[in-house]
């Protein structure tokens, strides 16, 4: 199974709004609504953001928003604050009942 | 709230069995449905790659890339749960996170921070 395709990085200023794609396949983007998104600070744990294409967990700023579009879905931030940098991954899961991930992008508030 | 913790060894010699162990603690127990306990990796400079999940009392499922050499198992007496990775390579150099996945939204809803184990002679 061949990972998702993330934009090695993006960058935004404190206050705009980005947004990171992820793109799949048929077989898992595009297959069923079990997107996720994480966020990742160094030597910290991975935080799940979004579940579910959409779906914010308790706790999780609605400053973070997810869709999903065919094969590929999308992570937007709005109002970007310095605490936002840290590196996204998305996963999938698939037809084959495994899971697959993206290859990561780095955000960088400026 | 659940917490997971890798333990092992930081360096596997070539050819030999990667071993690890996550203790998951904080009121879940591996042995009850509903989620899935699994293992993910990084290389250095890497994305993320998943190398398989364990459902209480089904066969664990795992990364067809790495299947031939993968074994995930638990321990419900310890509430821990474990991987082995047989004739490792360089290749396999990586940071190792353990997780668990909600059965509802298959997502990876609990991480632990990771254990970075090297490959080398």
């Known amino acids: 199974q061949s990972g998702l395709t993330q934009p090695a990085s993006v960058s935004g200023s404190p206050g705009q709004s980005i947004t990171i794609s992820c793109t799949g396949t048929s077989s898992d983007v595009g297959a069923y609504n079990y997107v996720s998104w994480y966020q990742r600070h160094p030597g910290k744990a991975a935080k799940v953001v979004i579940y579910?294409?959409?779906n914010r967990p308790s706790g999780v700023s609605d400053r973070f928003s997810g869709s999903k579009s065919g094969n590929t879905a999308s992570l937007t931030i709005s109002g970007l604050q310095a605490e936002d940098e840290a590196d996204y991954y998305c996963s999938s899961y698939t037809t084959a009942t495994t899971w697959v991930f993206g290859g990561g992008t780095k955000l960088t508030v400026l | 709230q659940v917490q997971l913790q890798e333990s092992g060894p930081g360096l596997v010699r070539p050819s030999e069995t990667l071993s690890l162990t996550c203790i998951v603690s904080?009121?879940?127990?591996?042995?009850?449905?509903?989620?899935?306990w699994s293992w993910i990796r990084q290389p250095p400079g890497k994305g993320l790659e998943w190398i398989g999940s364990?459902?209480?009392?089904?066969?664990?499922k795992y990364n067809p890339s790495l299947e031939s050499r993968v074994t995930i198992s638990a321990d419900t007496s310890k509430n821990q749960f474990s991987l082995n990775l047989r004739s490792v390579t360089t290749a396999d150099t990586a940071v190792y996170f353990c997780?668990?996945?909600?059965?509802?939204?298959?997502?990876?809803?609990?991480w632990g921070q990771g254990t970075l184990v090297t490959v080398s002679s």
């Open positions: 904080g009121g879940d127990s591996i042995s009850i449905g509903s989620y899935y």
């Open positions: 579910a294409v959409t």
């Open positions: 364990l459902y209480y009392s089904v066969t664990p």
């Open positions: 997780a668990r996945v909600g059965d509802w939204y298959k997502s990876f809803d609990h």
